[in-house]
């Protein structure tokens, strides 16, 4: 089983970023995003597809239509350049999958 | 504020083994699913292994083909995963997060809490 998503996203400071993730089992599973910095744990930025965590900045925020789940910043700053992992299970849940990654550069 | 802190790590020589330790403060450690996920350098995420409330179930990448082993101790609030038979690709960080529990409390499918990590370097 695997989830989809796109490899990287370069966007302007101010712009909104959209990052989805895709997988058949999507309507079905919870969908998780970890920002991943280099060098640093990765933190958990929103849980069960629109689940904000307390610290989360209120740009960050998920959504899901069908089998795509979208990780949505809004009005994106330097400081969100990382890597954004989805993270989700298979139809059984048992089987843990993270997506490839998307790099996101804020130029 | 939760805490999970990895240790262990180091350079082993292919084919050796290792154990890895986390040790969990701050919440009801016997309350939550527990994991081991690494990163590969210049590479993903990969779920390693997961472990119930309690250890008696446990989940292993397929990857893995038997080499690694998860278990917990309840009582001292700390997650193992003991590496046997180590090949270079497993060179990796080793991160310990915590299961989401939900309000019914079981797991939840994901993670909310996450270790600093840990390097585990296979190399001759």
């Known amino acids: 089983y695997e989830v989809t998503q796109p490899p990287s996203v370069s966007l302007s400071p101010g712009q909104t970023a959209r990052i989805t993730c895709s997988g058949h089992a999507l309507t079905k599973q919870y969908v998780y995003w970890y920002q991943k910095k280099p060098g640093q744990a990765p933190v958990t930025v929103i849980y069960r597809d629109s689940e904000r965590p307390s610290g989360i900045p209120e740009r960050f925020s998920g959504s899901s239509s069908g089998t795509t789940v979208t990780l949505t910043i809004s009005g994106v700053q330097a400081v969100d350049e990382a890597d954004y992992y989805c993270?989700?299970?298979?139809?059984?849940?048992?089987?843990?999958?993270f997506g490839g990654g998307t790099k996101l550069t804020v130029l | 504020q939760v805490q999970l802190v990895e240790s262990g790590g180091g350079l082993v020589t292919p084919g050796g083994s290792l154990r890895l330790s986390c040790a969990a403060s701050r919440f009801n450690f016997s309350d939550y699913y527990m994991s081991w996920i690494r990163q590969v350098p210049g590479k993903g995420l990969e779920c390693v292994a997961y472990?119930?409330?309690?250890?008696?179930?446990?989940y292993y990448a397929d990857s893995l083909k038997g080499r690694f082993t998860i278990s917990r101790d309840n009582t001292k609030n700390s997650l193992y995963l003991q590496m046997d038979s180590l090949r270079a690709e497993d060179t990796a960080v080793y991160y310990c997060?915590?299961?989401?529990?939900?309000?019914?409390?079981?797991?939840?499918?994901?993670?909310?809490?996450w270790g600093q990590g840990t390097l585990v370097t296979v190399s001759s």
């Open positions: 993270q989700s299970a298979d139809s059984s849940g048992t089987y843990h999958v």
């Open positions: 997060a915590r299961g989401d529990k939900g309000r019914d409390g079981d797991y939840q499918g994901g993670f909310d809490y």
């Open positions: 472990i119930s409330k309690g250890g008696s179930d446990m």
